[in-house]
């Protein structure tokens, strides 16, 4: 029944019903001949009045059978519809005919010759649709398409006919009228349904297609759009095929960063200097916004710019520039408030952030692991990407396998290590011992310098050394201490991964003296402008209470404000500290640049191009070419980052500048890295989670949060700068906006909240909560270290299982297999028993023939071979088919259950 | 289409083959029209020269194994079924109808196992049915090249066997093979999409 699909339920319906009431009016069948059968559709539509109800079954009946060929030709010539009129007829006497022979049994009868046309008309249909989907998609469709509004009125057309089918019985027609419209009706419904409803349903399946196609499509692009969208992805896969995972890692928490920067950037930009510079007040319209009288001149002079003095001093990107006016602009934009919140979250966020990118990787390093049973193999077998097809590629292609070969060696080699414990353990606590000493000698000696600076600041015409005794102290400490330290750790012997750790940690140690120094130097400075402020202050008031009361000027008219630029005014210590932050940022980012430029990549070009006409060998002997140094850049970037924290709440155009300083030394390391530096000699796979450096980050961060919570909270505020002028502390802010801006009931609630006899208990919970779900979740991490020893366990069971098996096979073959030997004799022999067995198998002939021959074989030699272990024939069960999708699983199962073989 | 069909006809076994490795109409066509333009002097078969001519198979370490993969048995011309056979093996599999197959009816070629089994002959020099430890050191040398010592090389080919070999023959099987790569999508990652 192929067309049945094809034909529309009502007509279905009403078919059912003729036929059961065929056999009530057999009579009526001869009327139907001499009915006329050329009536146009319009005759028919308007004669249907005259029709009789026994004539509709004869048509329903007798239209089946003739509907294929009908389809046949209506399809071909769809708009011909006289030439399809003249030709149903004839069907319809043919069938007419037919029936009549059986009248009896139509049912019976009717069955034959539908089978019989169904093959052809299978073949038209799938003709028609080939034809139909062609012409779909070339668009050009000829004869096909109709137009829209002949498409509408045929629709309209079906679905009058539909109806009249429907209600045919109860017309008081004649049944010759009735038999007549009927046909017609079905006919131009079956016609026009398989145009047009059927026909649309195609078009709306294959439109349903078409679109699914290319919604694959449109995923499978924005994947690969996703992937190309992430930054620098293609730079950082490079670097990684040629340097390793654990340079690369450094890239990526490079590019961390810099995405960590960019959300801070929006932040700080979006909610203080944007509406600053657009709704505050303009530059010089008050003494804070306007650069002195006496610096004037100088102000725009570049060697003052570089210094952040000058015009860039009075700008937006430092917080002396701001006003204490509580609101600005027609906003009523509450500025002061909006510094002091988005100061707090800045280090809400990346303490946030941070925190939270250490708990994912946490979580991505559990799951792994798991492959480690297969390190090689899987890199042997699975390594080529056979999709490769440019050779530029796969070079890269090569560097990166070997680059990961390699990486597994030196972890190989490391785990296979087996030393003098007692030796190694004396020389880790050496160097140790030794490193400590270094550590304290260099934090001595800092302690010693600042304390000799202090001295040496109260003193007048100091020397340029006795100046600059910190700063050079420290770079001198900063440039020897962590080589020595590397000289030092190759005696612990580590695996360079934890040797990394090791020297990450202990350069970390000495950078924080570096940080103490610079921070003491900084409180130092402060406080000293803090005990000045007093006098200024009394200062400036003098100057404007003079200005505005001394005599001489006539009383009744009010004398002009005094010029902004000549207002005596305080130090402003805030920006003072935004700038030096400021300053510190930029050289330690020269300096970077300086230092790849001479250190990597002129050496580098000395190496390269001196090697000619040199009395060694440059690239292999001394100068040789750079390594990426992972530690000293990690550690620089996590002090970088330190620097930015505590100094963004002072200037809040730090974090613009540090964005520009992460994307340039993104290119820049990146270039400089690929173009003069040479892989580790040990290259190392970094473990995937870098949290060892996010925990170092952590540690900063929460270094850089003291200082700033430090000053917020115990400094006062500078009395003529900043958004906070005036106020007794910074924080008074918050207060002032919840008195003046909430409900008062607001803020009872927050005086209560801020009740010391809640927040202790507070904090007493959360250390409770702490303290509970790291019990858990070290309780988990032991359970999952049980499981995975079990199931390491179970397959040493299993594999000493089997090769105890395979020993015993060889024993009884009569042969002596050596681990690695290969025997040819022996090959031979398994492949013999692979073909009796594999003769014994009821494989279908279709799969024996169309195997690649060996491969079919080899697998099933590989079956044999570890499945029948004498040469016995083979058990019953496997001569079956195995099942299809885990053969191999099946049969370890097997020689896993089996008891071992009897020898 | 209907210049498809009858391009279709032309191809002899046209039935047979699409039967055989479940392509659909429009990617056999194509298929075939990737055969002839490879089929240089139109002789109807393809010998080892016309796929060296494949620009990435030449950039690829294992190109040439993959070139012998095309013919079994050391034969020396492939035919169209032959090719089609091949490439069968990277079919993507369908979702649906894996649990209705007739047990009787052989796996298809693009199968799980079937696509293990042709990675493992890539790696399987002499078609013994294992992977020997002198197999593996070629295919070593032929992915990493000069860069690593012939000592490191052989040390990783020792671990590899030793981490996949499982009855102590010293060889990795090709159930071996098939446990070593269990966790590997091997569905995914051997089909080429392209082939519907």
């Known amino acids: ?903 | 289409m209907g210049s498809c069909s009858s391009h279709a006809a032309s191809i002899p076994d046209w039935d047979d083959i699409r039967r055989e490795t479940g392509f659909s109409q429009a990617s056999l066509v194509r298929l075939h029209h990737r055969f002839r333009a490879l089929d240089c002097n139109k002789k109807g078969y393809l010998c080892r020269m016309d796929l060296q001519q494949i620009g990435a198979l030449a950039v690829n370490p294992l190109g040439d194994r993959i070139i012998d993969s095309f013919f079994p048995d050391g034969s020396h011309s492939v035919d169209f079924r032959g090719f089609v056979r091949i490439l069968a093996h990277f079919r993507p599999v369908e979702d649906e109808g894996t649990g209705i197959r007739d047990p009787k009816e052989p796996e298809p070629l693009n199968s799980r196992m079937n696509k293990l089994r042709f990675a493992f002959q890539l790696y399987d020099l002499d078609r013994d049915g294992k992977i020997s430890r002198h197999e593996m050191l070629q295919v070593l040398r032929l992915m990493v090249g000069a860069q690593v010592t012939e000592e490191q090389l052989e040390s990783i080919a020792d671990r590899t066997v030793q981490e996949a070999d499982e009855d102590g023959d010293g060889a990795v099987s090709f159930l071996e093979f098939a446990k070593t790569l269990e966790k590997m999508n091997v569905e995914q990652k051997m089909s080429i999409r392209i082939l519907k």
């Not at chain 1, 089978?115 to 299978?122: G, I, L, S, T, Y």
């Not at chain 1, 350069?507 to 402008?529: C, Q, R």
């Not at chain 1, 330190?642 to 964005?659: D, E, T």
Request: one cysteine or more.
């Open chain 1, 1 to 903: 029944m192929a067309h049945k699909p094809e034909l529309g339920a009502p007509q279905m319906a009403a078919r059912t019903s003729v036929a059961c009431s065929q056999l009530q009016f057999p009579g009526d069948r001869s009327r139907r001949k001499t009915s006329k059968k050329q009536t146009s559709k319009a005759e028919g539509t308007s004669g249907r009045h005259r029709a009789q109800s026994g004539q509709k079954e004869e048509a329903g009946g007798n239209l089946r059978p003739g509907s294929p060929r009908r389809k046949q030709s209506e399809r071909r010539r769809r708009q011909e519809e006289l030439g399809e009129q003249k030709r149903s007829p004839a069907g319809r006497n043919l069938e007419g005919r037919r029936k009549r022979d059986g009248k009896a049994s139509f049912r019976g009868q009717r069955v034959p010759p539908e089978k019989e046309k169904e093959v052809p008309k299978e073949e038209t249909w799938k003709q028609l649709k080939k034809h139909r989907s062609t012409s779909l998609a070339s668009s050009a469709s000829g004869g096909e398409s109709l137009s829209e509004e002949e498409l509408t009125w045929i629709l309209e057309q079906v679905e009058e006919k539909k109806k009249l089918i429907a209600t045919m019985r109860n017309k008081p027609w004649p049944m010759a009228k009735k038999l007549t419209e009927l046909r017609e009706a079905q006919a131009f419904v079956e016609k026009y349904e398989g145009a047009l409803g059927k026909g649309k349903g195609k078009r709306l399946y294959a439109y349903r297609m078409l679109m699914a196609k290319k919604w694959v499509k449109f995923k499978r692009d924005f994947g690969n759009f996703k992937t190309q969208c992430i930054p620098w992805e293609m730079k950082i896969k490079d670097i990684e095929s040629h340097f390793g995972s654990s340079v690369a890692s450094y890239f990526i928490f490079l590019r961390w960063m810099y995405g960590v920067n960019l959300v801070l950037f929006g932040l700080i930009f979006g909610l203080i200097i944007i509406p600053e510079v657009l709704m505050g007040m303009p530059y010089g319209s008050i003494p804070r916004k306007t650069v002195p009288r006496a610096e004037e001149e100088k102000a725009m002079d570049f060697s003052v710019l570089w210094d952040f003095e000058g015009y860039i001093k009075y700008s937006a990107l430092f917080y002396g520039y701001y006003n204490n006016q509580r609101t600005i602009g027609w906003l009523r934009y509450r500025l002061p408030m909006a510094y002091f919140m988005v100061g707090v979250s800045v280090f809400g966020y990346s303490l946030m952030i941070v925190i939270r990118s250490m708990a994912s990787n946490t979580q991505g390093s559990t799951s792994e692991g798991e492959n480690d049973n297969f390190t090689f193999s899987f890199k042997m077998f699975t390594s080529w990407d056979y999709l490769i097809g440019n050779s530029e590629t796969a070079d890269n292609k090569y560097a990166s396998i070997t680059t990961s070969f390699k990486e597994s060696i030196v972890d190989e080699q490391e785990s296979n290590k087996e030393e003098n414990i007692h030796l190694t353990r004396f020389l880790r606590v050496l160097a140790n011992f030794l490193i400590i000493c270094c550590l304290c000698g260099s934090g001595y000696l800092i302690y010693f310098v600042v304390k000799r600076s202090q001295e040496f600041s109260k003193m007048q015409n100091v020397s340029w050394y006795e100046r600059n005794e910190v700063e050079i102290v420290m770079s001198l400490l900063g440039m020897f201490c962590p080589p020595l330290f590397e000289t030092i750790a190759a005696l612990e012997n580590y695996h360079p991964r934890i040797g990394l750790k090791w020297q990450l940690g202990r350069i970390f140690a000495l950078f924080l003296g570096n940080l103490y120094t610079f921070l003491l130097a900084l409180m130092d400075d402060v406080h000293l402008k803090l005990s000045n402020e007093d006098t200024v202050k009394n200062i400036t008031h003098w100057t404007l209470f003079n200005y505005y009361n001394s005599s001489g000027w006539n009383e009744s008219v009010p004398r002009p404000p005094l010029h902004p630029a000549d207002v005596p005014r305080g130090s402003c210590w805030e920006t003072a500290v935004g700038i030096e932050f400021m300053r510190l940022t930029v050289s330690d980012m020269l300096v970077t640049y300086i230092t790849i430029l001479l250190g990597d990549f002129l050496r580098a070009c000395f190496v390269r191009f001196m090697n000619y006409c040199w009395c060694w060998d440059l690239e292999a002997g001394f100068p040789s070419y750079a390594e990426f140094d992972i530690s000293g850049n990690v550690l620089g970037l996590i002090f970088n980052q330190g620097m930015i924290w505590m100094g963004s709440f002072y200037a809040p155009g730090l974090v613009g500048v540090n964005v520009l300083r992460l994307l340039t030394s993104m290119y820049f390391q990146c270039w400089a890295v690929m173009s003069s530096n040479v892989p580790h000699e040990r290259v190392f796979k970094a473990s995937r989670s870098n949290n060892f450096y996010m925990g170092l980050l952590l540690l900063v961060l929460f270094l850089s949060l003291l200082p700033v919570a430090y000053t917020i909270m115990s400094l006062p505020p500078s009395f003529d700068c900043g958004p906070f002028s005036g106020k007794n502390r910074m924080y008074d802010v918050i207060q002032e906006t919840i008195e003046n801006d909430f409900p008062t009931f607001l803020g009872k609630i927050f005086a209560f909240l801020a009740n010391p006899g809640l927040i202790i208990p507070a904090i007493l919970l959360m250390f409770l909560a702490i303290y509970y779900l790291n019990s858990v979740s070290k309780s988990l991490a032991r359970a999952n270290a049980q499981l995975r020893k079990k199931i390491q366990a179970l397959r040493e069971v299993e594999k000493s299982h089997k090769s105890v098996k395979g020993s015993a096979m060889v024993k009884d073959s009569g042969y002596t297999l050596k681990g690695s030997s290969k025997n040819a004799t022996q090959f031979q022999l398994t492949k013999e028993g692979t073909t009796l067995h594999s003769s014994s198998q009821s494989q279908t002939p279709d799969q024996k023939a169309q195997g690649p021959g060996t491969s079919s074989s080899a697998g099933r030699t590989s079956l044999s071979t570890t499945k029948h272990i004498p040469v016995s024939p083979p058990p019953r069960d496997s001569g079956q088919p195995l099942p299809q999708t885990h053969p191999w699983r099946s049969a370890s199962g097997k020689s896993a259950r089996r008891p071992p073989p009897d020898n």
